[in-house]
Structure formats: structure tokens, C-alpha cells
């Protein structure tokens, strides 16, 4: 399972783990009250598709640089790491990433449990049945977009989509 640290953030007890925080209270889109008060901006919340994490697996360019900017909060469904497990033949052959680099990546992502956004699968009407999690659990934690290049998520009309592009001009 894993362990429970003291702001109540739940992380995985093995390292080698594709699991993130799970940090209620960033999804329930409040900002701590230290937080509130630093005069600082609150970090925008995206769902990354997990094409985008792929790529930031593969290849150390744009998309690895856009998953450090500090100024956003990462969110995935849990299904990514099925995804991410399907992938890992394909991601293993052709990653340039050393285990740090994946480490990394895997601690700016936080993963959104099925419980938080299964109702809103019925409203995440899509063609690809594979990104309906994706469009429910942006609903479900209000997130400010989804980063993706996926034509179905591109094409929806709830949730706002960001490309690479969109997210450099973002910030």
C-alpha cells in the first residue's frame, strides 16, 4: 500500500512504483493556508494524458521541461499505470531517460483513485472509451485543463485542452 506522511499525502512504500500523492486537498482545489498567504500564484491543475507522460519517458525535450514547471500540479486517473504497463516494452526500447529522470517525472504526477471521479464517467461521453477517466477525473478534482495530443480529448467541448504549445504560452 503506502505510507501516510504528516499533511496527510499518501505515497507509495515501494520506490520503483508508478504512484504519486494523493493529496485531497489539492484535489478538492483549495490552496493551504501558508500557501494563501505567500502572495504567490496557485499552481494550475492539469490531468496529463498519459501520451504526454510517455513522451516525457522517451525523450528528454519540451514535454520532460513542461512536467518540471513548478507553476503547475500534475493530475492522472489511476488507469495510467495499466496504460504506462501496456507501454513499457515500447518505452523501455526507445527511453532515454535514466531512473532518476523517471523518478522525477513520476513524483510531479499526481494519481486521482477511480472512487474521486466514477461518477463522473457518465457525463465523459467520448469515442475512445480509453480517455473517458482522463475527462472524468478533470471534472471531478475542477482541474484548469487537460494536457494532451489525443484527437478525442482535443476534441471535446467540457474541459479545456492544452497542447506543448499551450502550455509554454501558459506561463
Known amino acids: 500500500m503506502g505510507t501516510r506522511t504528516e499533511n496527510g499525502v499518501v505515497r507509495a512504500s515501494d520506490p520503483g512504483e508508478w504512484r504519486g500523492s494523493r493529496d485531497r486537498t489539492v484535489l478538492a482545489g ?13 499552481p494550475t491543475k492539469i490531468i496529463i494524458d498519459t501520451n504526454r507522460i510517455i513522451a516525457a519517458l522517451i525523450a528528454d525535450g519540451t ?16 488507469i495510467v499505470l495499466k496504460e504506462l504497463d501496456r507501454h513499457a516494452a515500447e518505452i523501455s526500447r526507445r527511453s532515454q531517460a535514466a531512473f ?15 472512487e474521486l471521479y466514477i ?6 461521453e467520448l469515442a475512445d472509451r480509453d480517455d473517458r477517466p482522463f475527462l472524468a477525473a478533470a471534472i471531478a478534482i475542477a482541474a484548469d485543463g487537460i494536457w494532451t495530443h489525443d484527437k478525442h480529448l482535443l476534441e471535446q467541448g467540457k474541459i479545456r485542452t492544452f497542447t506543448n504549445i499551450d502550455m509554454l504560452k501558459r506561463h
Open 119 to 124: 461518477r463522473h464517467l457518465q457525463t465523459a
Open 63 to 78: 514535454t520532460r521541461e513542461i512536467i518540471k514547471d513548478k507553476r503547475f500540479l500534475f493530475f492522472s486517473p489511476e
Open 30 to 42: 483549495t490552496w493551504s493556508k501558508d500557501q494563501q498567504g505567500s502572495g504567490r500564484k496557485a
Open 100 to 114: 532518476s529522470t523517471y523518478e522525477r517525472i513520476r513524483k510531479r504526477v499526481i494519481l486521482i483513485p477511480e
